[in-house]
């Protein structure tokens, strides 16, 4: 019986949630079921059918991402999963292929994504735009060369208080740095702040630190505390530590440092530049690993490339392949003026740099360099021309992503 890739209608989406949780690794509970329906958007997923059984998963989130200089609207590609049964027979291709036409249909010029797997996404044009360090520190070194004097106050708050105040911290901060999404009201009430047992892998409930200076609330943190009682042990979970400006993270840190009873510190998901390192008298005892996170797919490469702004002024011509987006696949110039501001358009002549849209996507939010690219074979060109794209392209702060989604 063939596969036939449809809607999913809301008596389906218990059965949507039971094939996802088979590839996930999870079985799916009715909390967890109306916790992922409290955010998904029913509108935007879409099932592969073979008869009346749900074998493979796919939807989007519609996001305002923020890119160098300004925000885009961005498909958040989500919940991808074909059941063991039935890969290797074109199944996410079919999804992935409709899901990039409807993105563009829905003139949303770019798609991002967590991967699961980071051998699947590439060859779909999605390209690893952020990166995310996983740190550790044991608490005997969790001391600054210079421990801040904190000005104003930290204080404990209830959910009803956070989900007023952390929202307005948050969005001074996502405006600023390329990856990170904008939140709706939705989103903080049941993806950050719902605090379900299923959720806690053990931990305390959420504790909830607001930070205030000068009568402003000026940063937040979000975090738990894991007591392994077999060993003895405890450590302090950061779930995401938010501050407007350098003093207000440091001040959270010395917040973070001075919790009692606590082993060792972690943070899942931490900016790679993340002044931390520098802050501490041994730096070197902060364990870190980078990993991959937010991938990037630009849809509407004019769109995208317009969206943006730039480093310099300058203009390049570049080759872009793009076989799932015939309407990308060609030669394009990129214009920039001397206040950043670019035009993208078709263009009628030689390229100076050939790339797909795997390479265009890693190198979009200017977290990585063309001339780096290019020494793997990911892009070719001439070494002037990689130098003038990094150029371009190069943007402060580095990109990142808050959350998996």
């Known amino acids: 019986m063939s596969v036939i890739i449809d809607s999913v209608s809301g008596d389906q989406i218990e059965a949507f949630f039971q094939t996802m949780g ?13 916790f992922f329906a409290n955010i998904t958007e029913t509108e935007r997923l879409r099932a592969a059918y073979d008869g009346d059984q749900i ?49 563009h249909r829905r003139n949303e010029p770019l798609a991002a ?31 600054m060369q210079q421990p801040p004097e904190i000005r104003g106050t930290m204080k404990l708050v209830d959910s009803d208080s956070a989900i007023e105040i952390f929202p307005k911290i948050f969005d001074v901060v996502a405006r600023a740095r390329p990856g990170m999404f904008q939140r709706s009201h939705n989103w903080w009430q049941h993806r ?60 959270l840190w010395q917040y973070i440092f001075g919790i009692d009873l606590s082993d060792s ?73 001397s206040d950043g501001t670019g035009s993208c358009e078709p263009a009628n002549a030689e390229p100076e740099i050939e790339m797909t849209a795997y390479a265009l996507g890693t190198a979009y939010l200017g977290g990585h360099r063309f001339r780096d690219l290019a020494r793997s074979g990911v892009v070719t060109g001439t070494q002037n021309a990689l130098d003038r794209a990094d150029r371009l392209f190069a943007w402060y702060p580095l990109p990142w992503c808050q959350e998996i989604f």
């Open 265 to 337: 510190i972690k943070y899942w998901n931490q900016p790679i530049d993340d002044p931390l390192r520098w802050w501490l008298e041994q730096p070197r005892r902060m364990e870190r690993t980078i990993e991959d996170s937010l991938w990037v797919r630009l849809v509407d490469v004019v769109g995208a490339l317009t969206g943006r702004r730039y480093s310099t002024a300058d203009s390049i011509v570049f080759r872009m392949q793009d076989e799932l987006c015939p309407w990308n696949d060609g030669v394009f110039r990129l214009n920039v003026d």
């Open 113 to 143: 994504l967590w991967a699961s797997e980071s051998s699947i996404y590439g060859r779909f044009g999605y390209g690893p735009a952020c990166e995310q360090a996983v740190m550790k520190l044991q608490k005997p070194f969790a001391r």
């Open 192 to 251: 950050i702040l719902s605090d379900p047992e299923h959720r806690r892998n053990g931990a305390t409930a959420h504790q909830r630190v607001l930070h205030v200076r000068d009568d402003q609330p000026v940063g937040y943190a979000l975090y738990r505390t894991h007591t392994n009682h077999a060993e003895g042990t405890a450590d302090v979970r950061l779930v995401e530590l938010i501050g407007t400006d350098s003093d207000a993270e440091k001040a």
């Open 22 to 34: 088979v590839p996930f690794g999870f079985d799916p509970t009715p909390e967890s079921n109306k």
């Open 55 to 103: 074998v493979a998963t796919f939807g989007a989130y519609s996001f305002q991402l923020t890119v160098p200089g300004g925000v885009l609207s961005t498909a958040g590609t989500t919940a991808v999963t074909v059941l063991p049964t039935h890969r290797r027979q074109g199944v996410m291709r079919s999804l992935m292929t409709e899901h990039l036409a409807e993105v």
